[in-house]
């Protein structure tokens, strides 16, 4: 089986337990502010999840993977930079920023844990039950090493709404256009705000990394190209 075939199947797994997990997100932080979720969970945007230890050295890998808890058997989740972490500044002024923080990997993050909580529970209650899941082989998902981060582009045959693509990533990877969906006007998902107490630690670390990079001043940066309309390029507001 080829590494791409694996690839694909890990990811088509991965978005339907973030799918399944809808109902208890939505239950969070309510329905009329979770207007168009489904919209963003597609296979092609899952990040990847390896065995091997990437562009690192071994000892490095191996040494990760025992800090983040997890076992030989580990997978190590590496990101993909195009999502948005915090704020997305490509698009949009500051001051629509500060109203609008695009979270896709907020979303994600949330969406794992509770898909995570349910696949353990499952497992608890299957114990002493025939064909029990519990005895199965499980493997720990951790936060991959910053080398090891997917600095590829957003997936050619799924455009992604423009407030999903971090502005930190065109500014790093040199991305001069880039044609992404207008954002649709009634999906409330695309201005949740997610708190950082709500998300882990090991989470707030993780995908800070992504914006790091990047002051938001506009150099450097590329244009967003609507699909069926202009180019957005920073601190205009054309959808």
């Known amino acids: ?34 207007v168009g979720l489904e919209s963003l969970i597609h296979t092609d945007y899952q990040s990847s999840e390896h ?21 030989d058997y580990g997978l190590e989740r590496r990101r993909e930079e195009w999502r948005s972490s915090l704020v997305s500044l490509a698009s949009v002024t500051i001051e629509y920023c500060l109203i609008t923080p695009i979270q896709l990997n907020r979303i ?9 909580t349910e696949a353990t529970a499952a ?27 997917n600095p590829r582009p957003p997936p050619a045959r799924r455009t992604p709404f423009k407030s999903l693509v971090s502005q930190a990533w065109m500014y790093r990877s040199g991305t001069v256009s880039l044609p992404v969906f207008p954002d649709p006007p009634d999906y409330t998902i695309l201005s949740i705000d997610i708190p950082d107490e709500d998300l882990t630690e090991a989470d707030l670390v993780y995908y800070a990394e992504d914006e790091d990079d990047y ?8 244009d967003f190209v609507l699909v069926g309309g202009e180019a957005s390029g920073s601190g205009s507001v054309d959808a």
């Open 1 to 34: 089986m080829s590494d791409t075939h694996i690839y694909s199947l890990v990811n088509m797994q991965k978005a339907d337990e973030r799918r399944k997990a809808i109902p208890k997100f939505r239950a969070q932080y309510g329905e009329e502010n979770t």
């Open 51 to 71: 065995s091997d230890n990437g562009a690192v050295d071994e000892d490095e890998y191996k040494e990760h993977r025992r800090h983040q808890g997890a076992g």
């Open 108 to 116: 994600y993050a949330i969406l794992s844990r509770i898909a995570e």
């Open 123 to 149: 497992a608890t209650s299957d114990i002493g039950q025939s064909r029990s899941r519990a005895g199965r082989a499980r493997y720990t998902r951790y936060h991959g090493l910053p080398a090891n981060s």
């Open 215 to 222: 002051n938001g001043d506009g150099e450097g940066s590329g």
